[in-house]
Structure formats: structure tokens, C-alpha cells
């Protein structure tokens, strides 16, 4: 069974970062496109970025790019959210999301939510 495990988020003030932690279980996480999603109160779910395997490199979001860095670790099946000059507007629960390209299933996270106020 795949879990996908969010840690890292709480209250940061306007202009912090924060960096987000997502850890997989049961995943071929070396095969597998990480991404990462948001969701503010109202909003509906934003793409931020994704990780493909393989070395692939990452896209983001306009919304994020030059803020926000994602990376991976293989050998401990993380990923990480690194966001830099954060603003308000960043406040939401944030997700992880894995896809396994080769079976085409979809694995998310639960969560952990990010506040940006002062």
C-alpha cells in the first residue's frame, strides 16, 4: 500500500520560507513524477510542480517559479518543497501527489497546511 506522508507546514510571516517534506511508502519512488499541489480556502487545487525521474528535471508553476524549488532524495523516497519569499497568497493545505507511469496510477497525500501571515 502507497502512502504519501506531508510534514514541514505551519506559520511562517510574510517574506520567510518554509521547506515541505513528502514521504513515500511503498512507492517506486525512483520511477514515479512527484509533484506538488495546493489548495487555498474557496480555491480549487493549484499545480505547483513536478519532479520527473530519471534526472528529467522539474517544471513550476508561474505562480511559484524563482520562489519555490522542488527536489528528491531516491535513497530516502522524499521530496522537499523548498518556498522562498512567501506572501499571503501562499497560505493552504499543501499536497503531494505520485504518479507510476508504467502501472498509470495515482497515489496522494493528506496534507499539511501552510500559513503566511504576520
Known amino acids: 500500500q502507497v502512502q504519501l506522508v506531508e510534514s514541514g507546514g505551519g506559520l511562517v510571516k510574510p517574506g520567510g520560507s518554509l521547506t515541505l517534506t513528502c514521504a513515500a511508502d511503498?512507492?517506486?519512488?525512483?520511477?514515479?513524477?512527484m509533484y506538488w499541489y495546493r489548495q487555498g480556502s474557496g480555491k480549487e487545487r493549484e499545480f505547483l510542480g513536478i519532479?520527473?525521474?530519471?534526472?528529467?528535471?522539474?517544471n513550476y508553476a508561474d505562480s511559484v517559479k524563482g520562489r519555490f524549488t522542488i527536489s528528491s532524495d531516491d535513497a530516502k523516497a522524499t521530496m522537499y518543497l523548498q518556498m522562498n519569499s512567501l506572501k499571503p497568497g501562499d497560505t493552504a493545505v499543501y499536497y503531494c501527489?505520485?504518479?507510476?507511469?508504467?502501472?498509470?496510477?495515482?497515489?496522494w497525500g493528506r496534507g499539511t497546511q501552510v500559513t503566511v501571515s504576520s
Open positions: 511503498g512507492l517506486a519512488f525512483s520511477s514515479s513524477h
Open positions: 501527489r505520485a504518479w507510476l507511469e508504467s502501472i498509470n496510477s495515482l497515489y
Open positions: 519532479i520527473n525521474p530519471a534526472g528529467e528535471g522539474t
